[in-house]
């Protein structure tokens, strides 16, 4: 594998679509314009599980405008084993919220009146949704789930965890706990679908183009080239827009149902929550042993999650534990229970953001164990190889990072006592976490390079940019790739015309596409200077290339790092938190925009102190589904709650991970974020919080 | 949202006249929990009378040194009035705690008055609620009930009201002027919402088809120096937990008069009464005002999960009126 | 129930008939093709629908087109001129002041209308002072002055980003503030 020199790389340019986006001229999926569309709107269940015994139209289908009314009787058949996919396909219902009908009318106030006057009864049955429950005694509930990525094993372990405890000098043993989390990406999931003879077309909110056309052909048993899915901008989606959910086969079979009419559908708020996967909640017991100098003698870190009865979704949040810290007896479990609840998905780092909330929030609890500094207990436990894979790292500057942000933040000024700081009324604190997420590639990509005569390249490839900024830094990719200007790059992503594309996801774009850029590019380059005398001829020249294989997958772990830290502030009285200032220095290979990368990473730094100290989807177990869907009762961070953030890397070259030398930012920034959190909250309050989300509840005197 | 008749009238009277003959009619105002409601299905009004632009939009001086409010007036403006803010900061500080610049522009400050609980099973037409559906149920008692109330519940209901703007009415014994089927009314602040008792579906003691046409506000000089607390779960744009308005008079370290409300604890905005009048006549101080706080919430009646609401209102009253005497820290 | 409405759009007048139920938001998006204010949640909790309504900034999700027939209304896409940005719009391209985009015209028309506010003297929780914030409590002027960070973050709270842009917002709203 060759590097690509950096020219444009390295560049902070500003969004190539910021001056449509800033206008509101982007145009996101409901937003194409169709003439005469059609409206769709869905009926949710009631209950959580049961089967329905009676569906009654006659009053939706009698209201002016109304142009049909979809139920299980009259839906069309689907060829796809997916059961989330397999909306209005049978009486039985898995979970409460779950499409059990959907009203097609010629405007939206119409369909979703409509919708309000299907009457459903159902014969429930008794549900179970909740994960505490399986926790006590219950284990027979519980599964190892299959792998989500190959690479990593569900399960590890290495020498004797149980023994290396019993004998330590010092130990941590505790249970940590994350709640259900929502996406809520602040475009709902919108689709507009048509039907007509040459199949579908859908404008799609999406991470991903190339998967969903597969989705959709499928499950209508068509060809793929009979299914268009065009997404060029995406309102943000954070793991939820990767997999098709119901909601695009609903609209797929209003479509064929009105011929030749698109049918636009958007989800309320409301109907995200059960309709677009979440973050499951995760139970997770860490137990550290080490000598009383803080050198790990062993790991261990189990976690129980939940996934649905359609569908398996495991959260992997024992992923990062592995990578992290030496020790010669290490342990790593994950299990799942089958609850009657939607199936979860990927959401903004999937595993790490969980799972290192309750490994650095124990490192922090070791650490004090050991009346050690906290980055310095990291640092004697710095491993020299990975400790599963017993690779060396393509780069680790985990240290560094640590040293840079203590540096950065004023670390060594700090008294570790707590409760040792005051402010008129406010308690202070700090805390640091260290964060790591690995270096993913997809498969999947192809990109054709369009050279023309005049010195012009149309870069083509079904990637999608949800608002990481992959139009613009593809864009400078391919500039480098091709040795070009980045004013000679036409780069079109986003349309399911172009060559296919892997998901938008696991912080794996660049890697994944990217590469695939730099092979056309280089194949464009050779196929020039052989055939054609180093000029592009008067007709142009086109490559298709796939992202080549990397053989050094097998020779080296390859993961990005950092290192996080927090200042808080608990008000004595009211328990009220607020956080002032944020910190995190990164070391994430190259950075191919220093503007749209600092970006990334500082929304999610922002994302982990929601995650922390707001988020929490509200399970009423006697109904089964969460309670405060919307944006009033789940609270997302607001302006008000974000301080200073400050954001830094570590300049690494790594010429092992792919040609552009990059990592991944998408993610890596959100974790470690929450036991920074914790961590400052102990340091200011005395009180450890194991148990997310820190409100001021848990923290009030009494 | 079910289909309503729209209708403008051009004086109070008028609209009036013309609910009075909708049973199920409304009044619009600035619409900002109205139509949130009838978008969930919640409210289902067959006739809307927009009253917007009919009541007055002014912020008046009175004769007797108090001021009025017309029902018209945006939160916004209310909250940026100088005599407001001169006069009685706490209640310019509770309508800036409340919602956002963009909702406080579009909402009225009689509508503010009229907003229907936040409970999450309330606003869910698949959940049973008394409040909603009287009989059906409450289903926050067992269920999620964080945000909801401590003082004067029932077996009915244990909603909370809303609105910051009506917790420092009510404690700046303010009177509300309405105009209804049957004449012109004023109707103190501290009367105009109710306990659930048997029947949590009334919020307010309103008859169909009054409509607010003013707020007056008394004269009461040392709400010059006042103060609206509001805890929530978000720095801002977020629900009260708890909140607390308060005003102190004291007069070598006695106080002479006291006015408490709190707020996120009711069904309705909770003046303090006993709290007050233990305070009043006593030495002002840390101790005096926590054995207070202590006695106005003796008879709080938590639930499962909004117990730490009795100490936080304590802790937060207690706070407020030491930052009032003290200035704040 | 339908009924007849005239709204001025960004400088052009247009005469429709509406559902009595359509809010003005979809007014805009579905009627006259004027997308740039977003739904984000349809319920006044995200800010992503702000449009200046009559000069001011409001949620046009919770607004009925036939409660505010006449209007005039200027979306994120009216406050470019001649194909000039609004300065606002300059600085959140600058300072990366987005990264979805979807909240950003509602963000933008916002921060324009919230900088007017401010300019007629109008507080916020901030300058109203929560003793706890460390406000000064019972200030009465009109003049806001120079608006502090703290200000900014609280009167830009009811545009929600879920990218969670806001250190990047902050800044950029400050450099069209100060000049």
């Known amino acids: 594998m060759s590097t690509i020199t950096p020219r444009a790389m390295g560049q902070a340019l500003d969004r190539l679509d910021g001056a449509d986006k800033v206008r509101g001229l982007a145009r996101y999926a409901f937003e194409h314009p169709v003439d005469h569309p059609a409206y769709l709107f869905p009926v949710q269940s009631t209950v959580a599980v049961g089967r329905i015994t009676g569906i009654d139209r006659s009053q939706a289908s009698a209201q002016p405008g109304v142009l049909a009314v979809l139920t299980y009787h009259n839906a069309p058949r689907l060829s796809t084993e997916d059961g989330e996919l397999r909306v209005l396909q049978s009486d039985e219902v898995a979970f409460r919220g779950q499409i059990v009908a959907a009203v097609i009318a010629e405007t939206s106030e119409i369909a979703r009146h409509a919708a309000s006057l299907v009457r459903v009864d159902y014969e429930g049955r008794t549900h179970n949704v909740d994960l505490r429950a399986e926790v006590p005694g219950h284990r027979e509930h519980l599964r190892v789930p299959n792998e989500v990525l190959p690479l990593f094993p569900m399960d590890t372990a290495e020498g004797d965890v149980d023994a290396a405890m019993a004998s330590a000098a010092v130990r941590v043993d505790e249970v940590y706990s994350t709640p259900w989390y929502t996406h809520n990406a602040l475009e709902p999931h919108t689709t507009i679908a048509c039907w007509t003879e040459e199949g579908f077309t859908l404008h799609l909110s999406t991470q991903g183009v190339t998967g969903i056309q597969a989705g959709v052909a499928q499950a209508f048993r068509l060809d793929p080239s009979q299914v268009r899915v065009i997404s060029p901008h995406v309102g943000g989606a954070f793991g939820s827009k990767v997999y098709p959910r119901a909601d695009v086969v609903l609209a797929a079979m209003a479509a064929r149902s009105v011929p030749g009419r698109p049918v636009k559908f958007a989800l309320t708020r409301q109907q995200t929550f059960s309709l677009t996967g979440y973050r499951p909640p995760t139970i997770q017991r860490v137990r550290l042993g080490a000598g009383s100098d803080g050198r790990l003698t062993a790991i261990d870190h189990r976690s129980i999650e939940q996934t649905s009865k359609l569908k398996e979704f495991a959260e992997h949040s024992t992923r990062a534990t592995p990578s992290m810290y030496a020790a010669p007896n290490r342990g790593t479990q994950q299990w799942v229970a089958e609850l009657d609840v939607p199936t979860p998905t990927i959401m903004r780092a999937p595993g790490e953001a969980s799972g290192m909330f309750a490994l650095e929030s124990a490192m922090d609890e070791l650490a004090i164990a050991c009346g050690l500094d906290p980055i310095e207990l990291r640092i004697r436990n710095e491993p020299d190889t990975h400790p599963h894979f017993h690779l060396p790292f393509s780069s680790r500057n985990l240290v560094t990072c640590l040293r840079e942000g203590a540096r950065r933040f004023g670390w060594e000024r700090r008294d570790p006592t707590p409760r040792a700081r005051r402010e008129g009324g406010w308690l202070i604190g700090t805390g640091v976490a260290a964060a790591t997420y690995p270096v993913l590639r997809l498969p999947g990509s192809k990109a054709t390079i369009r050279a023309d005569a005049n010195g012009r390249y149309a870069v083509l490839i079904a990637a999608v940019d949800i608002g990481t900024g992959t139009r613009t830094a593809l864009t400078q990719v391919a500039a480098d790739a091709l040795q070009a200007d980045v004013e000679q790059i036409d780069l079109r992503l986003g349309d399911t015309a172009y060559p296919p594309a892997a998901e938008e996801g696991a912080s794996a774009g660049i890697t994944s596409w990217g590469a695939a850029i730099c092979a056309a590019a280089d194949q464009l380059r050779q196929r020039l200077a052989t055939e054609h005398g180093g000029t592009v001829p008067a007709d142009g020249l086109e490559i298709t290339a796939d992202t080549p294989e990397n053989e050094y997958l097998k020779q080296y772990a390859m993961h990005s790092f950092g290192a996080q830290f927090a200042e808080v502030r608990v008000h004595e009285e009211t328990g009220e938190i607020r956080v002032p200032r944020q910190l995190g220095v990164f070391a994430c290979g190259r950075i191919v925009n220093p503007k749209t990368a600092r970006s990334q990473l500082l929304g999610g730094m922002a994302w982990g102190l929601s995650m922390s100290l707001h988020e929490q989807s509200v399970l009423d177990l006697r109904f089964g589904h969460v309670v405060n869907h919307d944006l009033a009762q789940y609270h997302i961070s607001s302006n008000a709650d974000i301080g200073a953030v400050e954001v830094h890397w570590i300049e690494e070259d790594d010429p092992y991970v792919n040609p552009m030398g990059t990592k991944g930012v998408g993610e890596i920034g959100i974790v470690g974020v929450a036991a920074a959190i914790a961590n400052a909250v102990y340091h200011a309050t005395g009180i450890r919080i194991r148990d997310l989300p820190i409100t001021l509840d848990k923290l009030l005197p009494g | ?329 | 129930m339908e009924a007849e409405v005239t709204f001025r759009v960004d400088g052009t007048s247009h005469r429709l008939t509406v559902d009595v139920r359509t809010t003005l938001l979809d007014a805009l998006r579905e009627r006259l093709g004027n997308t740039s204010a977003k739904k984000g949640c349809d319920h006044g909790q995200c800010g992503a629908c702000t449009v200046l309504l009559d000069g001011q900034r409001v949620n046009s999700c919770l607004a009925l087109a036939v409660a505010h027939d006449g209007a005039e209304i200027v979306t994120a896409a009216g406050l470019a001129s001649d194909g000039e940005l609004h300065p606002l719009q300059s600085a959140f391209i600058r300072h990366d002041a987005f990264q979805c985009g979807y909240c950003t015209p509602g963000q933008i028309v916002s921060a324009v209308g919230m900088l007017r506010e401010a300019e007629a003297g109008w507080p916020s929780a901030v300058t109203a002072g929560q003793p706890a914030d460390g406000g000064s409590g019972g200030s009465d002027g009109p003049t806001v002055g120079i608006l502090t960070d703290d200000e900014v973050r609280e009167r830009m709270s009811g545009n929600l980003c879920r990218c969670a842009a806001y250190a990047n917002i902050v800044p950029a709203i400050q450099e069209v503030a100060r000049g």
């Open chain 2, 1 to 329: 949202m079910r289909t309503f008749r729209y209708e403008r009238a051009s004086t109070t009277s008028g609209a009036v006249a013309l609910l009075a003959e909708a049973p199920h009619g409304a009044f619009l105002g600035g619409g900002t929990n109205l139509v949130d409601l009838m978008k969930l299905d919640v409210a289902r009004p067959d006739l809307l009378v927009d009253v917007r632009r009919l009541t007055s939009d002014r912020v008046e001086e009175l004769s007797n040194g108090g001021v009025r409010i017309g029902a018209g007036v945006s939160n916004s403006q209310l909250a940026a009035d100088p005599l407001i803010r001169r006069r009685y900061p706490m209640l310019s500080q509770a309508l800036l705690s409340g919602a956002s610049g963009q909702l406080r522009n579009l909402a009225t400050a009689a509508g503010n008055l009229l907003q229907r609980t936040r409970c999450p099973y309330f606003q869910d037409v698949t959940t049973p609620c008394n409040k909603r559906e009287p009989g059906t149920g409450c289903s926050a008692i067992e269920g999620h009930h964080r945000d909801l109330a401590i003082l004067g519940t029932s077996p009915e209901c244990v909603a909370t009201h809303p609105s910051d703007l009506a917790v420092a009415l009510v404690a700046l014994d303010a009177v509300v002027r309405t105009e209804g089927p049957d004449g012109e009314r004023v109707i103190p602040m501290t009367e105009l919402h109710r306990l659930p008792g048997a029947e949590p579906q009334r919020d307010t003691v309103l008859r169909h088809g009054e409509l607010i046409t003013a707020i007056d506000l008394p004269p009461l000089a040392f709400a010059a120096c006042s103060y609206f607390r509001k805890i929530r779960d978000r720095a801002s744009y977020a629900f009260a937990l708890v909140t607390v308005a308060a005003a102190i008079d004291v007069v070598d370290g006695v106080v002479r008069d006291v006015r408490i409300a709190f707020g996120g604890v009711a069904h309705k905005p909770w003046r303090a009464i006993k709290a007050e009048e233990l305070l009043r006549g006593g030495p002002a101080g840390e101790d005096q005002f926590r054995r207070a706080a202590e006695a106005e919430l003796a008879d709080a009646r938590p639930l499962a999960g909004n117990a730490f609401k009795v100490p936080l209102a304590r802790n937060t009253m207690v706070r407020t009126l030491l930052d009032l005497l003290e200035g704040p820290r």
